[in-house]
């Protein structure tokens, strides 16, 4: 079953989703979900837990969440305490994957719906099927829960992880990227990791042709997509990866405690021809407790739930899923396209302007527009030794916040042929940010960045 958009649901002891009996109408009064398609973006703004006068530049680290979301979260919560129902058919969450995976293009089978893109990732890895004598490459740019990860399984089976460190700065171009990771293959390469878009530098990485050059190769792909949900109108399988993590409540808005799970489950070959990979379901229970699981399919037809078995982990958070779902929905009424190309246009102008404060070379976020995101980093000092200095951006960032009301991140990551780890200032740009405020940040910032200079 659908869950009609607009429409707040629980889970009755057979784990179907019903509406909550009286939200509808009552939602309905003040934010019809039908007239949000043409919505000007001050009321779609209006529709977020904003406090006044706070500018939210930092939605790579946690987004802001809907009224409706919230009240989502509050009812569902209220309609299973103490309701003695049987708690673990709904936390499949049948209809709530369906509805979202076809948001991203895939099935319901591929879709789990999980705590955050770091649990999600963790499960990945760890389900691989990898040891001594095969090889992992990523780069150096990923976030922790993929190098961590990495590392675990190379302290524990002797795999190796092979990184390369992506370049920064405008003048990068995607075929750049493409040329490293083809350049660092070798015939014992099993895995490439990749981000979506990269939390330091905001690369927006070239991902259809990094899956064109895996499988070229025979290699699994792993796309941490922490940042794509509610930023990026995408479509999973044309983009040929395996494996994607992603969070809901970073541009997704959902509740925090939310992420995505896409793992590919049939072979589909006009976007990824290869075999599916050996995959262990770990944390789940209803992996077998006696002999094998099913074998993976080879045609476009699945011969398991993998969704099932990954989503099967006990009693979970129904509310939040409820809650994530709500937000998809209010996306899908607004229009994931349109949403992309406001908060894209919005980034670009946050571009433009810090290039016109701090100098375009102080951008470390790229200018080719196929690499572009909403999240760009730079350095607000002149002076090239600070950035290599963490205490001073991290006092900017915090006098931002304390002082300003502004609320950016600092970033660190390596720069190729530097000795230094460079530390740089982060704004991200979403759909109810305005070019008022932006320009009213960068103005703070320069100044800010004089005084401490």
């Known amino acids: 079953m659908e869950v009609p958009v607009g429409q707040s649901v629980s889970a009755d002891r057979t784990g179907t989703l019903s509406p909550l009996p009286g939200h509808d109408g009552d939602r309905r009064a003040h934010c019809p979900d039908r007239h949000l398609g043409t919505a000007s973006w001050d009321h779609i703004r209006s529709l977020f837990t904003l406090r006044p006068g706070t500018v939210h530049l930092n939605t790579g680290t946690v ?9 989502v979260h509050e009812r569902v919560t209220r309609e299973w305490t103490g309701s003695l129902r049987d708690i673990y058919p709904p936390t499949l969450y049948p209809e709530y994957r369906a509805a979202i995976a076809g948001d991203f293009g895939v099935d319901q089978d591929e879709m789990v719906i999980c705590h955050n893109s770091t649990e999600g990732m963790a499960r990945v890895i760890a389900g691989l099927d990898l040891g001594e004598g095969d090889e992992a490459l990523t780069t150096t740019h990923e976030c922790y829960s993929v190098l961590s990860n990495l590392n675990l399984v190379h302290n524990r089976t002797g ?12 003048d990068v171009r995607a075929e750049d990227i493409v040329e490293l990771f083809a350049a660092a293959i070798t015939p014992r390469t099993r895995v490439m990791f990749f981000a979506a878009v990269t939390l330091f530098t905001g690369t927006r990485m070239p991902v259809r042709a990094l899956c064109d050059l895996a499988q070229r190769h025979g290699i699994v792909t792993v796309m941490d997509g922490a940042l794509l949900p509610g930023m990026l109108d995408a479509d999973l399988r044309a983009l040929g990866v395996d494996f994607m993590t992603g969070s809901g409540s970073k541009f997704q808005c959902g509740p925090l405690g939310t992420g995505l799970l896409y793992v590919r489950n049939k072979v589909i070959p006009e976007h990824n021809p290869l075999p599916l990979p050996p995959f262990w379901p770990v944390i789940s229970t209803w992996y077998p407790m006696l002999g094998p699981m099913p074998p993976r399919t080879t045609t476009r037809v699945e011969t398991c739930n993998m969704g099932d078995y990954l989503q099967s982990a006990g009693s979970a958070g129904i509310a939040r899923a409820a809650a994530l779902t709500r937000a998809c929905q209010m996306w899908n009424a607004i229009g994931r396209g349109r949403i992309e190309r406001r908060i894209m246009e919005l980034g670009d102008h946050a571009r433009d302007r810090l290039a016109e404060r701090f100098g375009e070379r102080a951008l470390h976020s790229p200018a080719d527009p196929r690499l572009r995101s909403p999240l760009i ?4 000092f002149r002076a090239p030794h600070d950035a290599w200095n963490p205490k001073k951006i991290n006092l900017f960032v915090d006098r931002l916040e304390r002082e300003h009301r502004i609320w950016i991140r600092w970033v660190e990551f390596d720069v190729p042929g530097s000795p230094h780890m460079h530390y740089a200032a982060r704004v991200c740009t979403h759909l109810f940010n305005t070019r008022e405020e932006i320009d009213h940040a960068v103005d703070v910032m320069g100044r800010l960045a004089d005084e401490m200079a």
Not at 159 to 170: D, E, Q
Request: net charge neutral.
């Open 63 to 71: 987004g802001a969440v809907p009224h409706e979301v919230l009240d």
């Open 159 to 170: 795999l190796t992880v092979r990184t390369i460190t992506l370049p920064s700065g405008p």
């Open 377 to 380: 980093s730079f350095r607000p």
